[in-house]
């Protein structure tokens, strides 16, 4: 059974703490996302990656940033967390970018 | 750019009727693709069916069919007699050739189906 696993499904953090959200697949998958789930915006694209040490920002990039070291694994980092990233984290992986995505569980992360 | 809109917030229906859910999408790419999911309340996305831009046959899967409509740039899926393991939150999505790996999502459509 494919799956995605993220670290936390629960998380709350002090603004200005620094928060890793970690994401784990075990598809063998080229490509991995983060994205954020708000009410009334449906899911929208933090960072993207399409293989090791590569990267691209998606449509709301500011205040994030994110790390792949290795192919399984997807970090997102929140350098300074801020009350405005009090979210749905949720991590996809996929084996080519038009295929479609096999998603976490989401980790709900409140800043406080 | 591209712009999905499922316009519908929340559908409520009783148990065996039918629903539909529309999504209407926005786009310069004359390749692209177009995807459902479904988030139940555990909250992990479930995709559903993907179709490309040159593909526009209707499908159906079970209780489930897909109405894709590029002269109206459309993309409507409906649940044929409806369960309550149906209730859940679809999104519809966009991915363009320009942008590959940047999908698109609506803003989902809530449906509820009671018994």
């Known amino acids: 059974d494919v799956k995605v696993t993220q670290s936390s499904r629960y998380l709350v953090k002090r603004t200005g703490e620094k928060v890793f959200l970690e994401c784990v697949q075990d598809m063998d998958h080229e490509n991995m996302f983060w994205y954020r789930q708000d009410p009334g915006l449906g899911l929208r694209l933090i960072y993207f990656s399409y293989d090791v040490k590569m990267k691209e920002k998606g449509d709301i990039p500011e205040g994030y940033s994110v790390s792949r070291e290795k192919k399984e694994r997807f970090s997102l980092i929140l350098e300074s967390a801020s009350t405005n990233q009090t979210s749905m984290y949720l991590c996809?992986?996929?084996?080519?970018?038009?295929?479609?995505?096999?998603f976490g569980q989401g980790t709900r992360l409140t800043v406080v | 750019a591209q712009k999905v809109t499922q316009a519908q917030t929340e559908i409520s229906v009783v148990e065996k009727e039918d629903v539909t859910l529309d999504c209407v999408y926005e786009?310069?790419?004359?390749?692209?693709?177009l995807f459902w999911y479904k988030q139940p309340p555990s909250g992990e996305l479930v995709f559903l069916i993907r179709?490309?831009?040159?593909?526009?046959q209707n499908e159906i899967s079970g209780r489930y069919s897909w109405n894709f409509q590029k002269s109206t740039s459309s993309f409507n899926f409906t649940i044929t007699a409806s369960q309550v393991v149906d209730s859940a939150v679809y999104f519809c999505a966009h991915a363009g050739r320009d942008s590959w790996g940047k999908l698109q999502f609506g803003a989902g459509t809530q449906v509820v189906v009671t018994p």
């Open positions: 179709r490309n831009s040159f593909d526009e």
């Open positions: 786009t310069r790419d004359t390749t692209y693709y």
């Open positions: 996809a992986s996929s084996l080519d970018l038009t295929d479609e995505a096999f």
